[in-house]
Structures are given as structure tokens and as C-alpha cells.
């Protein structure tokens, strides 16, 4: 082989290598939403009309880490018995476009509705338990005391902010 083959080929070899490398690095990342189009070509074609435009996004729900057992000086159980666990998703989004004929004249405007995915954090509902019994008492040989048992159940929890945008224009 020439020398000026030789080195065109460790070049290409080198390059593949170096893509490989960097794909192999990269960490794979879950999608968020999942697009869903709403496929309408057909009946436009079929009807000799215009359709809406539509689109749809719907969240992957990702669950999150629960927080460890808290011990609370003075209980024989840790504060929550059933942790509330974390689940992070969103609300699903929509994306419609509708047509709007002309009175007089050829042409259509449109009217768009657009409403993104909204991002929503929430905890399930969790279970807070003690036990009848206090801490092992010096004054009573080391064992312990009776009480009331408590519980309490914690409740579940939802945080989002959702919006949306309405509009009218020219054109599709």
C-alpha cells in the first residue's frame, strides 16, 4: 500500500473509532412526552376539504427515590412507616390548528389552540405509625412506659402550572 493510502486509512479508522467512543460515553436519556399525531391526511384527501392539524403529548411518569425512615428521639418507630414516594410527569399537551373558510373570497385563516405538556410533581399518600409504648425509662428499671398509639395518614400531593394559548391568524 502507498504511504499517502496508509494514512488516509488510519485517518478513517481513527474518526469511527472516535464516534463509537463517544456514543458509548453517552448516557442514554428518557424522553419526557411522547409525541402523538393525529393523522388526518386521509380524509382531507377523501372529502376534498381541509382538516385540522393535530397533534398530542403525553408524559412518561418517572417515580422518584422515597425519603428514608427520620428516627424521632422518643418514638419506637421511625416517623413515616410508609414513605410517600415521588412521581414526576406532566399533563398531556395538544396542538390543533382548525381552519377557518373565507365568507367572501378563496382562502382560510386558521384557528390554533396550543396547550405544551405542564410539568406536575407529586408524592403518593404515606402512613405515619408509633407504637403504644415510650422509650425504655431509667426510672423504671429500663422498661418502658405506656401511651396512646398515634397514626397518621399523610397525604398525597400534586404541584403543576399549566397554560395554554389561543390564536387566530392567516394562512394554514
Known amino acids: ?12 479508522v481513527t474518526g469511527v473509532a472516535a464516534v463509537m467512543g463517544a456514543a458509548a ?8 412526552t411522547v409525541p402523538v399525531p393525529v393523522p388526518l391526511d386521509g380524509v382531507e384527501r377523501a372529502l376534498n376539504l381541509q382538516t385540522p392539524k393535530i397533534a398530542g403529548e403525553l408524559p412518561v411518569p418517572m417515580p422518584g427515590g422515597p425519603e428514608g425512615p427520620r428516627y424521632v428521639e422518643g418514638r ?12 414526576g410527569a406532566g ?3 395538544a396542538d390543533a390548528r382548525a381552519p377557518l373558510p373565507h365568507l367572501l373570497g378563496h382562502g382560510f385563516d386558521h384557528l390554533g389552540v ?10 403518593t399518600p404515606g402512613l405515619s405509625l408509633d407504637a403504644p409504648l415510650t422509650a425504655p425509662n431509667p426510672d423504671h428499671f429500663g422498661l418502658p412506659g405506656l401511651k396512646l398509639p398515634q397514626a397518621a395518614v399523610l397525604g398525597p ?6 397554560g395554554a ?8
Open 25 to 32: 460515553a453517552t448516557p442514554a436519556v428518557a424522553a419526557e
Open 165 to 172: 394559548n389561543v390564536g387566530m391568524g392567516a394562512g394554514e
Open 91 to 93: 399533563l398531556p399537551g
Open 114 to 123: 396550543d396547550a405544551p405538556a405542564a410539568a406536575l410533581a407529586t408524592l
Open 157 to 162: 400531593l400534586l404541584k403543576t402550572a399549566p
Open 1 to 12: 500500500m502507498k504511504p499517502t493510502t496508509r494514512g488516509t486509512l488510519a485517518a478513517i
Open 76 to 87: 419506637m418507630l421511625p416517623e413515616q412507616a410508609v414513605p410517600q414516594l415521588p412521581v
